[in-house]
């Protein structure tokens, strides 16, 4: 019985032969019948036939496997592309209708659309009732990718997020990815800070500073329906996401770019209690001990 196996700090094959010794460096079809039932171990030198043909069929199985990696890649290209899942671009593709028109719309930079004022088309907010929903609302998110932020799809979802936050069903003052099953870092805000109080969609968006003393402020959740609660919170923070500005003419790379910003008053609370939705907290978890109630 003759055992082969591959040494790989050595590079060559050991040949274990158990009951007849081989001469060393000679062939495994020509042992010596001395010194029979005693095992020895012979260094092959080379590759043998029986090696080879070992290496030919573990080269065809990694070719076959191989292949069928390709091919996987390929399929995935197809139904998932610019890095969006299946489900995400399910979910985006497939919105629910609103109960009236989005009025007092806008997304940040001057290459997110206007899209934002077209059919009252919603997608259906995730609650902690729902046990399903309630996981996903606990997952941390990813950041969205260049191809992502060009595609179709990110365009959509930030008209859709405006549309859901702003319907009258919802009437929320900001809403986050994971609120509409979308786990990426994306949030859309009303910026009471500006002039017209528009609502603005930030991609990627992290607080990167805070400041000042931390305020009790009532706090409610389009996810944690009939709620609220008091929640101490900063006035006064930067944030920073990725802006794309209007550089993308077809087929033109969008010109992105890491951009921090200082926000004050309530819309800084409204950034803090969104981007905490980014990394699976709710408002719930850091209420002030006896201020949550039912809602009127
Ligand atoms: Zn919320």
């Not at 699976?280 to 978890?285: K, N, T």
Request: with cysteine.
């Amino acid at each position: 019985m003759v055992f082969y196996k591959y040494n790989k700090m050595k590079g060559y094959f050991l040949a274990i032969h158990h009951t007849m010794p081989f001469k060393k460096n000679s062939s495994v079809h020509n042992p010596l019948p001395t010194t029979p039932r005693k095992m020895q171990v012979v260094v092959v030198q080379g590759l043998t036939k029986n090696a080879r043909a070992f290496l030919h069929r573990r080269f065809r199985l990694i070719t076959f496997i191989s292949a069928l990696y390709i091919l996987r890649l390929s399929l995935v290209g197809c139904t998932c592309g610019s890095g969006w899942t299946a489900a995400e671009r399910d979910i985006i593709g497939n919105p629910i209708p609103g109960t009236a028109a989005i009025s007092n719309t806008a997304v940040t930079g001057e290459a997110t659309p206007s899209a934002t004022t077209a059919a009252p088309r919603i997608l259906r907010v995730l609650t902690v009732d729902n046990p399903e929903d309630s996981l996903v609302l606990r997952m941390s998110c990813s950041d969205l990718t260049p191809e992502m932020l060009a595609s179709p799809e990110y365009t959509a979802l930030a008209g859709l997020m405006v549309a859901t936050v702003t319907d009258p069903s919802e009437d929320g003052v900001g809403i986050a990815g994971p609120q509409v099953g979308i786990s990426r870092r994306i949030v859309a805000v009303q910026r009471f800070d500006k002039p017209g109080e528009p609502f603005e969609v930030y991609p990627n968006i992290r607080i990167i500073a805070t400041r000042g003393d931390l305020c009790p402020g009532p706090e409610g959740c389009l996810s944690v329906p009939g709620r609220r609660g008091n929640v101490l919170r900063s006035r006064d923070i930067d944030i920073r996401y990725t802006l794309a500005p209007a550089a993308s003419a077809a087929g033109t790379p969008l010109a992105l770019r890491d951009t921090v910003e200082r926000i004050q008053g309530f819309t800084a609370v409204i950034f803090q209690h969104e981007c905490d939705h980014l990394d699976g907290v709710l408002y719930i978890d850091k209420v002030i001990p006896g201020s949550l109630q039912n809602r009127n």
